[in-house]
């Protein structure tokens, strides 16, 4: 069979390098002995070397606005030159996938296959291009093998490590070149040689995994009938882990698509500038609206971060956000009637909770006030080029209720895929909490007023019930603790759990939910401690 | 992340796909065979149908990217999606007894009752005036078909000759009112249906026919139930489910006084086809 010609393709924005690095290639003498046709999408200051074309087997062409690169261009090239390689110079304003595109045609894919893709960045613009062009890089570096830093010499070490980051957050697999020599590297022949390093088969991943469950489950049916007695035991306990994980998914999962999708209509539907003037301009009153809007939030403790973490891309002040995505778990109304029910006779309990609720959010939300964070906290980048939902790529493209719907639905589909491997995890931990820690374990501990606060502070984060249940466990540590010590139960369960902080962090910096954590906790005990004893004694 | 080879299905999209139809088969499944409340409370269902549906019909929304390949697939998300979703399905639900979780102890009594501020769950009687105007507004609606089984039950308990027969769907609402009213009840015939709970805590005659109670979801179970004292209770093998039929007394437990049924008589009885009882 004869060979395939082997296609490569470099991206970049005008002035990355492109071209330098094509004519670096040519010097390349395993390249000059190949017939090798370039095709050129745009023309730059620098041109392709002619003296280096001279006498080899190298072919140029250019597609500028006249002729596309299309299925029948590529075609002829593949006709008339019959090149063993295809060096593609892509124009950077152009869609890589749709490129690749032409590459998948059945009558292409036959002669040819697609290596390398490698992506050259010019350090100094690509923040710029980033912010401005954001999509359309996104999904280039999202599709590269190799990844070339230029002109980074000279730029500060934070600065570079950041932008490392952001490529690595984008595409995780791709091999990021950065020095002084980066150029030359990226011309090197390793990187350009046919199928270098081996390609994973998902496929085939996802075909053992199956066969591994299937050989389980057999094995476990074949035990049974045989009638193995601890074997017997074991799964009972599995079992009973199972029956509890699957419960936390099922009462979970409606909550937090209920999350992504009010989150998606945010993003798609309501523009950022007027969300943020729904918010009052005053601080002030920033927070009372925070908390009124939590109170109109019927929702649980899961739904809430994605809507929050939403609020923050969109340019609501974080510490708005804050206060709302704390206040709203604890004084929506589920929740309220949620404690009236567990206290019956008791009103003032739900009074109580909701208040020091309020406090704790008020508090934390003004910490954030006083020392705003600087950085970026929301995580996207590579989620937002994931989504493909056509509003986050560009959202020019949205056009019609239609369309609305339909970026909407998708947007909160890949949503709830980064948020939900978090909830998933988080219930894994939680239901082992449950099914192997017992609830009095907490009562044994027992101590004096502040270590009671404490032990049933770390109690709710812990054992993780779902803020609308987090009152009927409370009640079951009434008798062994104080009412101030149960109410910081109660206040922070829906606050901040196993779970939630999980959640946090799908959607929020790690640093950033550290920080929130760690401030969460100082202030909730600060604030239980006092205002508790005061209502102890008013009780 | 991994290089596909030039598959022409997007497996990306087909994941995607078969992750949001399979949780939504599963919640559908769940709820037509009623095995959901093995799960969660009942209250809880209307919110597992609009997932099933909203997962169903966001799957929908992906269809159109199946025929168009991807470079770039990165399976590991998906692996969080199916793992539990095989687990789902391979596994059946179990229905949880006493010896199934790490429980504390069952709940008897509740200290924090008010003595004058009674009952608020109770409907509009003659005692409960006080009771503040949201226990009849606002909560029966929300209760659905609960409510009137306790409406019904919550009369015949005003008849104070009548015996108190304590059904599942009312379990937690008597539980509650004999707690706070226990004066009131005290040498009233009580019929009540539970399973042997046991602590290390009780005396060689005590048990409490209990109830496991779910709030909201399997995780937070219960166990709760009135204490019962019966000469042969130390014959009872825990978790065996019995009819008890007995009389309210206030007893003296660990200095506290709490309302118990002092049994006549004890009979084995069948597990009733939900386990669980609701507090709401």
Known sequence: ?539 | MVNSPWVRINLDALLRIAVLSGFALFFFILVQNGRILLYVNPRIVPYVKFGSLVMAVTALFFIKDVFKPKRKINITPYLFFLIPLLFAFLLPAKSLDSTAMAFGDVEITSRNANAGNSGAVVLQNSETTDTPDYSASDFTDSTDSDSTAIEEDGTAGLDPAAPVIVNDADFVYWLQEINYNMEKYEGREVEVTGFVFKSKEFSHNEFVPARLMMACCTADLQPVGLLCRYDKAAELPQDTWLKVTGIIKAVDYKGEKIPAIIAAKVEEAKKPDNEYVYPY
């Open chain 1, 1 to 539: 069979m004869k060979m395939k010609t082997q296609v490569d393709i470099i991206t970049g924005f005008l002035g990355s390098g492109k071209t330098t690095v094509i004519n670096k290639l040519l010097e390349n003498e395993e390249i000059q002995s190949r017939r090798t046709f370039i095709i050129q999408c745009e023309m730059g200051e620098t041109a392709i070397d002619g003296s280096l074309l001279q006498g080899k087997a190298i072919d140029t062409g250019c597609v500028t606005r006249g002729n596309n690169m299309d299925v029948k261009y590529i075609l002829g090239i593949i006709k008339t030159c019959q090149p063993e390689r295809i060096i593609i110079e892509h124009n950077g304003t152009g869609s890589l996938e749709q490129l690749l595109e032409v590459f998948q045609h059945r009558s292409i894919h036959k002669y040819c296959i697609v290596n390398k893709i490698i992506h050259m960045i010019d350090a100094d613009t690509f923040e710029l291009f980033m912010s401005n062009m954001g999509g359309i890089l996104t999904e280039q570096i999202f599709n590269s093998d190799f990844i070339v830093i230029n002109n980074s010499c000279d730029m500060e070490k934070d600065r570079l490590k950041h932008m490392e980051r952001a490529l690595k957050a984008i595409n995780k697999s791709a091999v990021i070149i950065n020095n002084s020599e980066g150029v030359e590297l990226a011309a090197q022949k390793e990187i350009f040689s046919e199928g270098a390093g081996k390609p994973n088969k998902p496929l085939e991943t996802i075909t053992m995994i199956f066969l591994a469950f299937a050989a389980v489950y057999l094995a476990s049916i074949a035990l049974r009938t045989a009638g193995t007695g601890p074997v017997n035991i074991d799964l009972s306990r599995f079992q009973t882990l199972n029956t509890v994980f699957l419960s936390i998914l099922i009462q979970a999962f409606p909550f937090i698509l209920i999350g992504v999708l009010v989150s998606s209509v945010i993003q798609v539907i309501i523009p950022g500038e007027k969300l943020v003037s729904l918010f009052p301009r005053r601080t002030g009153l920033g927070f009372i609206a925070a908390i009124l809007a939590g109170f109109l939030f019927p929702v649980c403790d899961c739904s809430i971060v994605p809507v929050a973490a939403r609020l923050v891309k969109k340019g609501v002040p974080l510490h708005t956000a804050v206060t709302f995505m704390l206040a709203a778990p604890l004084v929506n109304p589920l929740s309220i009637a949620s404690t009236l029910y567990a206290f019956p006779g008791q009103p003032s309990i739900a009074v109580y909770r909701v208040f020091l609720g309020v406090a704790v959010a008020l508090a934390v939300g003004v910490t954030f006030w006083f020392f705003p964070e600087e950085r970026k906290i929301t995580i996207d980048g590579y989620a937002n080029y994931s989504c493909r939902c056509g509003y986050c790529m560009d959202n020019t493209a949205i056009t019609g209720p239609k369309g609305k719907v339909e970026a909407v639905f998708r947007h909160a589909g890949a949503e709830f895929f980064q948020v939900g491997r978090f909830l998933i995890i988080g219930a894994l931990l939680s239901s082992i909490v449950q099914v192997m820690v017992p609830k009095n374990i907490f009562s044994d501990l027992g101590g004096g007023y502040v270590v009671s606060l404490l032990i049933m502070m770390l109690a709710a984060f812990v054992l993780s019930v779902c803020s609308t249940s987090d009152a009927f466990i409370g009640r079951t540590f009434i008798n062994q603790f104080p009412i101030g010590a149960v109410m910081g139960f109660m206040v922070l369960g829906p606050m901040l759990d196993i779970k939630n902080f999980l959640v946090l962090l799908g959607n929020f910096s790690k640093r950033f939910v550290f920080k929130l954590v760690f401030v969460l906790f100082v202030l909730a005990f600060i604030i239980l401690l006092f205002l508790t004893t005061i209502i102890t004694v008013i009780l």
